[in-house]
């Protein structure tokens, strides 16, 4: 049984989707800190032949509250039709702007402001589109030792599972130790995407943006091959 955990990120980039593809069940890890300057409410898209920084603005609010008891401000409704102008104006060309438009309205156009339930909601929409069955879980909804934190954590969830085997972003690499997670029956890998290379029109490649970019640009076939173009360290 194979689990992985990551934060709820925005349209996040396509080793995001690798690891949720890769899993038996995927735990959206809601019951943390939210942290400025994350991945959580913004991300990357192609501008001008150039990476773009988009951003939904998040409530002001103390900063020792969790992902989940967040919510984005209530300008949502006009940062949300700003994102898609400037989506429309960057990918109105690209092979696949029809559908994805369409994705990205369903997506975007709910009336779901607490950021951990709006992004699994976009999460799981294009997991959908993408045909990626895993199993979606909240961490704060799982019968884990809520005292716990870092690696101790980290295997208190996948107990809770039943998974023998946890997969984690390369990022995190330093952060826990195979003998630590051996230790309790459970092998520890990471998983590095590969460099993954597509038309971007006529424009010199922009690596490491977000899905929608990969999606406005590829086909879902294509996409599911790129969704095994990683390697198991």
């Not at 919510?71 to 696949?96: C, G, H, Q, W």
């Not at 994705?103 to 990626?132: A, F, G, P, Q, W």
């Not at 969830?157 to 230790?183: A, M, P, Q, T």
Request: aromatic share 14%.
């Amino acid at each position: 049984m194979k689990i992985t955990i990551m934060q709820p990120y925005l349209f996040p980039y396509l080793g995001y989707f690798q690891l949720i593809n890769i899993a038996d069940k995927f735990v959206i890890h809601d019951d943390v800190q939210y942290i400025k300057g994350g991945w959580i409410n913004r991300n990357r898209i192609l501008l001008n032949r150039e990476a773009y920084l988009f951003t939904l603005s998040i409530k002001n609010d103390s900063a020792f509250l969790n992902i989940n008891q967040r919510f984005f401000t209530e300008n949502f409704d006009k940062e949300r039709k700003k994102l898609l102008n400037i989506v429309d104006l960057s990918y109105r060309k690209a092979p696949y702007y029809s559908n994805i438009k369409k994705l990205l309205d369903r997506i975007l156009y709910v009336d779901e402001i607490n950021i951990s339930k709006m992004i699994t909601h976009s999460l799981k929409l294009i997991c959908d589109y993408l045909d990626i069955g895993t199993q979606v879980y909240f961490s704060s909804e799982l019968n884990k030792d809520k005292t716990l934190k870092g690696e101790e954590r980290v295997i208190s969830i996948n107990k809770c599972l039943g998974s023998d085997h946890y997969i984690n972003s390369i990022g995190g690499e330093k952060l826990y130790s195979r003998e630590v997670f051996k230790k309790n029956d459970i092998k520890l890998s990471f998983l590095q995407p590969r460099f993954v290379e597509y038309n971007q029109f006529d424009n010199q490649f922009v690596p490491w943006l977000s899905i929608i970019d990969v999606l406005m640009f590829n086909d879902k076939e294509k996409i599911q091959k790129m969704l095994n173009e990683y390697d198991l360290i």
